[in-house]
T-cell receptor, first 113, second 115 residues
Framework: GENVEQHPSTLSVQEGDSAVIKCTYSDSASNYFPWYKQELGKGPQLIIDIRSNVGEKKDQRIAVTLNKTAKHFSLHITETQPEDSAVYFCAASRNTGRRALTFGSGTRLQVQP | DAGVTQSPTHLIKTRGQQVTLRCSPKSGHDTVSWYQQALGQGPQFIFQYYEEEERQRGNFPDRFSGHQFPNYSSELNVNALLLGDSALYLC??????????????FGQGTRLTVV
């Protein structure tokens, strides 16, 4: 089955700096890669996703890149703000949200004001 | 739009008991998946229901069972509870409709504590 590894497990940045979280996956058939943000006491919230026919996608301060050959994808957050502090999860699936998502172990991002 | 709603939000059960958790999908969604999230871990897929049938299943014992109703809502049942079943149980909904957005949206979860 699919295996998703996520690094780092914790990340502390100063407000205004950039943050990068990296994930690798094992199943070459995976073609959908969402990122979720989870705040304390809440369920995961989808923040951005990318499909395998696209190498990069951007939404305001958030961007995701995908390297299918190397089987890794990354989340980039620019101009970080204290409200970006949360746990971020990457995931992989064979067919968008219709199929089971395999999640990474999470990255706790702390943005220092 | 109410989004994905789960009930109850918190639950305490005794080892060996049975529990039922409930989920109402986001409006317009017909597919419901359940995940288990242990403390400090990523969610793990339990199973998915579509058209009132279990379509996919993760690596969970058959103590974990589910049901989907005609209105697309779903229940997760866990029998013979173990201490290790203590976790946040998340419900996610999506649609199988062609040409529609198929992202998975999560509820806020049910925190189950087994004592």
């Amino acid at each position: 089955g699919e295996n998703v590894e996520q690094h780092p497990s914790t990340l502390s940045v100063q407000e205004g700096d950039s943050a990068v979280i990296k994930c690798t996956y094992s199943d070459s058939a995976s073609n959908y890669f969402p990122w979720y943000k989870q705040e304390l006491g809440k369920g995961p919230q989808l923040i951005i996703d990318i499909r395998s026919n696209v190498g990069e996608k951007k939404d305001q301060r958030i961007a995701v890149t995908l390297n299918k050959t190397a089987k890794h994808f990354s989340l980039h957050i620019t101009e970080t703000q204290p409200e970006d502090s949360a746990v971020y999860f990457c995931a992989a699936s064979r067919n968008t949200g219709r199929r089971a998502l395999t999640f990474g172990s999470g990255t706790r991002l702390q943005v220092q004001p | 739009d109410a989004g994905v709603t789960q009930s109850p939000t918190h639950l305490i059960k005794t080892r060996g008991q049975q529990v039922t958790l409930r989920c109402s999908p986001k409006s317009g969604h017909d597919t419901v998946s359940w995940y288990q999230q242990a403390l400090g871990q990523g969610p793990q897929f339990i199973f998915q229901y579509y058209e009132e049938e279990e379509r996919q299943r993760g690596n969970f014992p058959d103590r974990f069972s589910g049901h989907q109703f005609p209105n697309y809502s779903s229940e997760l049942n866990v029998n013979a509870l173990l201490l290790g079943d203590s976790a946040l149980y998340l419900c996610a909904s999506t649609t199988n409709g062609q040409g529609l957005r198929t992202e998975a949206f999560f509820g806020q979860g049910t925190r189950l504590t087994v004592v």
